[in-house]
């Protein structure tokens, strides 16, 4: 079973994503939720995960700055970004290296897709 973290200060956001993670990817996950980057950073600490999609834009410890850390402590750890927010933040987070960014509202089918894919690969693809 794979293991998913979504990170985003806004509660009906994660939601969201939790529901199309649930409904609509064609295999078994576990998905955690986190309200910020610094709650993310203890669950992140405490087992290990496949992915996590994370907001850019949040209190405490901020999208970018969980990026850098997640990918200085768990390098094979895959990542997503979205953000509602300038369109600037999603491309730094890209050239951080991640595996893919995201506009809200969300694009269901290539969100979906996007996931899958990473889930489904071996290696981390940049």
Known sequence: MKRILIVDDNRLE??????????????????????????ALKYINRKPYDLIITDLIMPKVEGMELIRKIKSEFADCKILAISGGNPYYLYLAKKMGIQGIFTKPLDKDKFIGKVDALLESKINLN
């Open 14 to 39: 994660r939601k969201l994503i939790h529901y199309l993670l649930s409904e609509f990817l064609k295999r078994d996950v576990h998905i955690d939720e986190a309200p910020e980057g610094q709650s």
